[in-house]
């Protein structure tokens, strides 16, 4: 299928009605403004006279009882306004959402190298730079607990150890014809949201605040804000147009930033700025998760799976922030697609004295799945037989269809018939038989290929966080301004949403105007995770504009006196029979007859019932599946790998915008690849991140891109009930780049077949000519 | 609050005395701002802190006369500014976008007589003399560049902050002839960063654009 294939089929609601504005490929509301530079991030925003500009001192050392902070030399330097220390705070001197465990400005300890101990305010952002170099730290420095090997020796946790237990592993391991064990180390991974994070704070008349605050979560935002100033949420307006990039690295992270300014600007009443440079940046936010994966597999000799226990072993660092959740999700899709008939899945929550890790796409779903996906090329390496025969052989099929925690798959067949076409449009036999005779030949370079399945859940697994609000007004010229706590991070999701308006009210899309993101408009939002974001407020903004019709439809029934049943809205129009009007003149007719054409709307997810400590209930409304087949070329005297080629079926339900949902997989993958083979953060011995900008931590750029890169939608509408049948997309197709990580763990394997293969993540080219080298010894 | 003691530096005419260097500074009124106190149970009342300009930097300063998207200026800089800091914080123009500041992901590319370079590793007063455009002066302001153009029909941004650095490239990429195959496009764009992954729209998006420049020229 082409990749901007706008026609595709199944452009029907579920009464059967033929889509106008859903379901096509429209670009982003923003294109036109981002290919003129015209689109406004907050450091574009003109700047208040008299914006002052902060920058954090930031702690010397990873661990430590930090005594005392000289600061004389700080509030001596030029164009200094202030230096805020924790004691400046005049509410609570806390950012963690829910655990207590991580301060705004370093208080009595050091949590990590690089946190936040002061923030200076001045004229410019370069003399507040400058200026908080200048600070002598009092820290008596302790003895660091660094790496996942550090922190399990010291016994050191964020939270407790938590497990899903599913029959009896321990006795099945134990009866298990083969059985094979190991671990896999997988790493972490930087956002390097082009954008840096930043927020903007105003102050207001009595004590209120607006604060511009590039963040996946404004209401967190504000409600950290409050928490920081020691006023009611009610006075912090947190807005939010848009995102250069979040990926989950402003889910949490980004309150911390906007906090500051907010304390700074209430010190000084002054408008003031928090822009992070971007080594500080690096240095002063969590990353991805990473993990190490100690696991056991029991199988028979065809390779089905009999048994599986998996510790994983997560780097949490300082403070727990989203480690709940993360962790979580990387157990929930510890057996991937697979039918695990005894399993234990163990989750050890590590704390390291390190910047604490938080959200990152796939939320610590792809680490889980990772771990699988090794498990399956063990055993196919062990059996002889092929990985992908393996792993067809293992996925959920009715009667085999329960996972670890419960939750049964209704949907098997989807992933099924996903893998079946993939396998014969990727033409995997055939090179799968050339490669095995170009292995043969024993030469230098080797290539390997694997496909990979993938089934991920939707929704928040936190059940409250499944809701969203939508304001939508529409005005009397006919023209809509659409507002949902959903931000617009680049996935798209302002358009998604505007098409769904759009849709309701008959109107072309350009008719919809998407408006920031704003707790002063909808309150109480969710973050904008999960892949829910068009789930969620695609639903709000359909419920809000679907009452302000109802409205209108008594209004056009009067005017016209036919049935209100008669009524139809489309193409712009309103019409019964021969009568009709612009919407335009049914909203003006509206007004006149005293009709509010405002109205808010609200969806949660239905069915997410999950208990974490009774580890009972369902914790996904619907899974989004997918595969891809990637072929990859190995040099085994130098490490350098090449993905040469990637074919991928991804399931996103009924496409509300085909072009977009592609772009999320093409760069979901892209992304993915990154974490997995290019993507390698180092801290030194001393905690301090050695990796701290993209000359040091390589970022998949054009070149890296596979140059066959063939990505195609299932188009099968969703069973679940979601807007317009579709399926969220955000997180799942990174998780498709576990298909490279398997190719070159099979380009790898041709060197000594029947072996396990050393290779852990990222497969940088260190790792891949370690590897080789130990599997040639 | 710690730092109350001496919130205000005290020689705040050394600070007074600076050149109005920015768009920042441009914009602040010049005169003691005073602030009431707020109400509210929780809030303690602000100290007073007046508005500084940026502090003078004698014998730092030089003379620049460029052509910014066609327009001839002159002005007095502070002759450390970066040509990014100069468009983004003097002119407005904050299309070129600040995303390492280190050269290392060219979200900050603009032209210089044609040629692409890193704003944030320009210094401005190398740009004397000579001729920039930056994305705001790519197009007219009525039709788009066949570039501009290209990258909405391929969808090739996603979150869109590298969008006009890529642009800015990916024309310099085509001028350079640079653009002749997909290979030779992924090759000469590596120095662009786009975290969303939206590579192949881009990649596209050049090919097609090539050949309208082409056609165009």
Known sequence: MPANDTELAGNVDDAGRMLDVVAKSHPQDSARLHVTGAATYIDDIREPAGTLHLACGHAPVARGELRGVDLAAVRAAPCVVAVLTAADVPGQNMIAQAFADEPLLAEGRVLFHGQPVFAVVAETREAARRAARLATFDVVQETPILTIDDALAAGTRVLPDYDFVHGDATSALSTAPRTLSSQLMIGGQE??????????AIPGEGGTMTVYSSTQDPTEVQHITARILGVPEASVMVETRRLGGGFGGKESQACQWAALAALAAR??????????????DFAATGKRHDFRADW??????????????????ARCGCSVDLSVGVVDRAMFHAGNCYYLPDATIRSRRLKTDTVSNTAFRGFGGPQGILAIERVLDAVAHATGRDPLDVRKDNLFSPGRDVTPYGMKVDDTSVLRDIVDELEATSNYRARRADIT?????????????????LQFGISFTLAHMNQAGALVNVYQDGSVLLNHGGTEMGQGLFVKVAQVVAEEFGIPLEAVRPTATSTAMVPNASPTAASAGSDLNGMAARVAAAKIKARMVPVASAHWDVAPESIAFARGRVSSGNKSMTFGELASLARKSQVSLSATGHYKTPGITWDRDKRTG????????????AEVKIDTLTGEMKVERVDILHDVGSSLNPAIDIGQIEGGFVQGMGWLTTEELVFDAKGRLATHAPSTYKIPVASDVPADFRVALTNRPNSADTIYRSKGVGEPPLVLATSVFSAITDALHSLR???????????????ILMAAESLRS | MSQSDDPVDDDGERHGAGPALTRRSALQVGAVLTTAPLTGQAVAAPRTYPLMARPAAPGQTMKLGATINGRQFEAEIDARTSLLDLLRERFGLTGAKKGCDHGQCGACTVHIDGRRVASCLTLAAKVDGRRVTTIEGLSDGKRLHPMQQAFIDHDALQCGYCTPGQIMAAVACVQEGHAGSRDQIREYMSGNICRCGAYVGIVA???EAAGKMGRRA
């Open chain 1, 191 to 200: 956002h390097f949201y082009l954008e840096g994070m930043i927020g903007m």
């Open chain 1, 267 to 280: 010190a000084t009443g002054r408008p003031c700025k928090m822009r992070l440079d971007r080594d500080d």
């Open chain 1, 296 to 313: 056991q597999v029991g199988f028979d000799d065809a390779g089905r799976l009999l048994a599986y226990d998996v510790a994983l072993n």
């Open chain 1, 437 to 453: 005779a170009f292995n043969a030949e024993n030469g230098i370079l080797r290539r390997g290929i694997a496909l990979a399945p």
């Open chain 1, 618 to 629: 369902k914790p996904f409304y619907y899974f989004a599946f997918g595969a891809a087949c």
């Open chain 1, 753 to 767: 077949p029947g072996a396990q293969v050393p290779l852990h993540a990222p497969a940088t080219p260190e790792r």
């Open chain 2, 205 to 207: 998006a050049i090919e």
